[in-house]
């Protein structure tokens, strides 16, 4: 695996409908509790779609805020990548209706389906199209609105899920700068997060608790070991927002500070695809993320599948 590569992330930007819905709304239909909610995930609201937003208008307003803040226009993008397992349609792909609402006229595009390691799976791909040399500009967008799956008479799945998107320009830099990826995936999983077509999502709470609490520093610790850096090295660690507990519990797992992973899904909730790149794009605009420094990103999920990434941010 190589561990420099010709690739930064150029800018970032993330779009949430503006519906938010409290775990105190959730009690009025659902026999839970703030307390239950905050204490077991870390979650206090999310933010949900109304019937007539799309996936496609939630990943078209990401891009937009993606192109804007990396300064690049739609015309130089050459492969628009949507990470999502809640498209509008079969086909187009999302990624396709993204190109267009955008005017990426010169882009390649589809969409990649890897659950909740969606956008790490994608930025691996673009990436890697980046380095060989094909490709200059990609946009990577991670989208999901789970509150169409979800069944909301299950208070074990309901609570936990939010809507929303976020998008990464990825660009083609000239010098090369630490980098490192590493992808899993162990479908005799599959049955522990599952939605299937026209079902709602199950899950097994406890399984993939253990699963994620296992995998975050698994993969950090590979990351770190291959690439000769300590935590000290990253400027953060922007694990998916599926928990807080996870989170919480990987860290502590692996000897690791907690103040270096980023956290928001208190406000979120859990996004499956978007969770990255909506905390990426929070932890840029905080400036707990400054020019060249490095981050790692580290999805997991359905599949089950996981991944890390590691690479620069504002890179040249
Ligand atoms: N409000 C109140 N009570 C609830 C509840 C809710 N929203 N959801 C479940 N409960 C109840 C259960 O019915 C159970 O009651 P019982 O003992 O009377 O049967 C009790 O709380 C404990 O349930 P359990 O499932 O053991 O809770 P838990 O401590 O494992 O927490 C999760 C449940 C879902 C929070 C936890 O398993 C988890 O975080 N899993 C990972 C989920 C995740 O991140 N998925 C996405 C990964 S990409």
């Known amino acids: 695996m190589m561990h420099q590569a010709h690739v930064t992330i150029a800018g ?27 204490q077991r995930t870390g ?4 933010h ?18 993606a192109l804007d803040q990396s300064g690049t226009a739609a015309e130089e993008i050459d492969l628009v990548i949507v990470a999502t397992s809640t498209p509008d349609d079969r086909f187009p792909s999302t990624a396709a209706r ?15 389906s890897a659950a909740c390691s969606g956008f790490v799976y994608a930025t691996a791909v673009g990436s890697q199209w980046i380095e060989t040399g094909c490709f200059r500009n990609a946009l990577v967008v991670g989208v999901d609105v789970f509150s169409r799956i979800v069944d909301w008479r299950d208070r074990r799945t309901a609570i936990l899920f939010g809507d929303g998107a976020g998008a990464v320009l990825l660009r083609r830099t000239e010098k090369p700068y630490p980098y490192y990826l590493s992808l899993g995936a162990d479908g005799s999983g599959g049955e522990l997060l599952r939605a299937p077509m026209g079902g709602p999502v199950s899950m097994n709470g406890t399984e993939v608790y253990k699963f994620g609490v296992r995998i975050i520093p698994s993969l950090l610790q590979e990351a770190l070991q ?6 000290d090295d990253l400027a953060l660690v922007i694990p998916h ?22 956290l928001n899904v208190d406000r979120y909730g859990n996004t499956s695809a ?10 840029l605009q905080q400036k707990v993320v400054r020019e060249g420094d490095l981050v790692a990103m580290i999805g997991f999920g359905g599949g089950l599948t996981w991944g890390i990434h590691v690479l620069s941010v504002y890179a040249r």
Do not use: M
């Open 12 to 38: 970032a930007g993330f779009y949430v409908p503006p519906r938010v819905v409290t775990n105190n709304d959730l009690s009025q239909r659902l026999e839970t509790d703030d307390e239950w909610i905050v």
């Open 98 to 112: 993204v190109q267009h609402a955008i005017g990426a006229t010169h882009a390649a595009a589809f969409d990649l």
């Open 226 to 231: 291959a690439l000769h850096l300590t935590i």
């Open 241 to 262: 927002q599926a928990n807080a507990r996870i989170i919480e519990s990987a860290a502590k797992k692996g000897g690791y500070p907690f103040e270096k992973f980023f």
């Open 274 to 283: 978007a969770s990255i790149p909506i905390a990426l794009t929070e932890a």
């Open 43 to 46: 979650i206090r609201q999310r």
């Open 48 to 65: 949900l779609v109304e019937e007539s937003v799309t996936t496609t208008d939630l990943a078209t307003r990401a891009a937009w805020a």
